[in-house]
């Protein structure tokens, strides 16, 4: 049985941190790109980072250009693990975050991501 569990949300001030975990069970994690999306509510789905299959210094990543130097994505194969952190958090970072697993690589097409996480919710107060 694929699963996919966040963990890692929270409520914190305008400028703080967060880290987000997703463990994955279910399928070869490391055969897999990761990515994480958020949606707030009455907004559509976000593509915010995605990291290709391989971890440590050989994973290649992308971010979306509203959490590049901000956000950090990365992965430990090993431990079938994504990981988000997440620094200068803003208002507009408010949202449900949600890892998902890809066949396709360097992707935030969420149409091409088949695997999805339950989410976990990130608010950040002003």
């Known amino acids: 049985q694929v699963q996919l569990v966040e963990s890692g949300g929270g409520v914190v001030q305008t400028g703080g941190s967060l880290r987000l975990s997703c463990t994955a069970s279910g399928f070869a994690f490391d055969d897999r790109a990761m990515g994480w999306f958020r949606q707030a509510p009455g907004q559509a789905r976000e593509g915010v980072s995605c990291i290709s299959r391989s971890d440590g210094p050989a994973g290649a990543t992308h971010y979306a250009d509203s959490v590049k130097g901000r956000f950090t994505i990365s992965r430990d194969n090993s431990k079938n693990t994504l990981y988000l952190q997440m620094n200068a958090l803003k208002p507009e970072d408010t949202a449900m975050y949600f890892c998902?697993?890809?066949?396709?690589?360097?992707?935030?097409?969420?149409?091409?991501?088949?695997?999805w996480g339950q989410g976990t919710q990130v608010t950040v107060s002003s």
């Open positions: 998902a697993a890809s066949r396709f690589s360097l992707t935030l097409d969420a149409e091409l991501y088949d695997y």
